[in-house]
């Protein structure tokens, strides 16, 4: 779904762009909270993941039971809009953990240079948007939903 390089570049250098990417997630109140995320990186073709430095913070705590997440990117300087509609999940398995802290922007590595904070993986079903090439929808095929 993010496979492209030309797609991937935005996302994994937002940071660096001064475009960070806003992350939507409902807490148990039913009440929606969004959060800009430097860490957001394009993990597989489907799939983007993030470093969350708290581990008990708001989006790592609610997930498990609300798992339905919005990213958000936008690039006014390049006429670049792209939503991102997937399921969260924390991930535990430490390879996949120790990858997503290491492509994640230094700043964010030296924030949490002891790694006390936890990986987020963002698998997709839907991606929708405009950039340089013109209008993108990206669907996750029914037979492949998680």
Request: aromatic share 8%.
């Amino acid at each position: 779904m993010v496979a492209a390089v030309s797609r991937r570049r935005p996302i994994n250098g937002a940071l660096d762009n001064k475009t960070p990417i806003l992350i939507a997630y409902s807490d148990d109140g039913s009440d929606i909270h969004l959060s800009f995320r430097g860490s957001v990186q394009a993990y597989r073709d489907d799939a983007l993941a993030l470093w969350a430095r708290d581990p008990d913070g708001g989006l790592p705590r609610n997930i498990a039971a609300r798992p339905q997440v919005t990213l958000f990117y936008h690039d006014p300087a390049s006429r670049t809009t792209y939503s991102f509609y997937g399921r969260a999940r924390v991930e535990a398995e430490a390879a996949a953990r120790a990858e997503i802290f290491a492509h994640s922007n230094p700043r964010e590595q030296q924030a949490d240079f002891r790694q006390r904070g936890v990986a987020i993986v963002v698998d997709l079903d839907k991606v929708e948007g405009r950039g340089p090439a013109g209008r993108i929808l990206m669907l996750r095929n029914a037979g492949q939903a998680r």
